[in-house]
């Protein structure tokens, strides 16, 4: 069994190269993510972006990572620095983010991920 923090790198490296069958793999089927603008993506969603090529990341450091397991889920916040764009348009930045992991038997998925900017609004 992986730890968090050994499938935290795994999932940064899948969605670098764009890895649908990983990153399929690793999240639940009620996966949802909340981006930095407020819209929300279920896991199909989220996962089509990648099979389509809309969204290509070039660079994703995940960053000063804190783990906190609390029973079956853990909480993971970092800070997300990416160069990425979608469909041709840059989407690069550095967003505080938070990961909500649950066990499943014996395996962790990635059951959420929400992405805020950091900064302040323009």
Do not use: C
């Amino acid at each position: 069994m992986s730890t968090i923090d050994e499938l935290e790198t795994q999932w940064a490296q899948a969605e670098v190269k764009g890895d649908v069958s990983t990153l399929d793999g690793m999240t639940a089927e009620d996966f949802r993510l909340v981006g930095p603008f407020g819209f929300v993506l279920d896991k199909t969603q989220w996962l089509d972006r990648y099979r389509s090529g809309d969204l290509v990341t070039t660079q994703l450091d995940w960053q000063e990572r804190e783990v906190r397991e609390i029973g079956d889920t853990a909480l993971v916040i970092g800070i997300h620095a990416q160069k990425a764009a979608y469909r041709g348009t840059p989407s690069d930045g550095r967003f505080r983010s938070t990961h909500i992991w649950v066990r499943n038997g014996d395996n962790w998925q990635l059951a959420g991920t929400q992405l805020s900017p950091i900064g302040r609004p323009a």
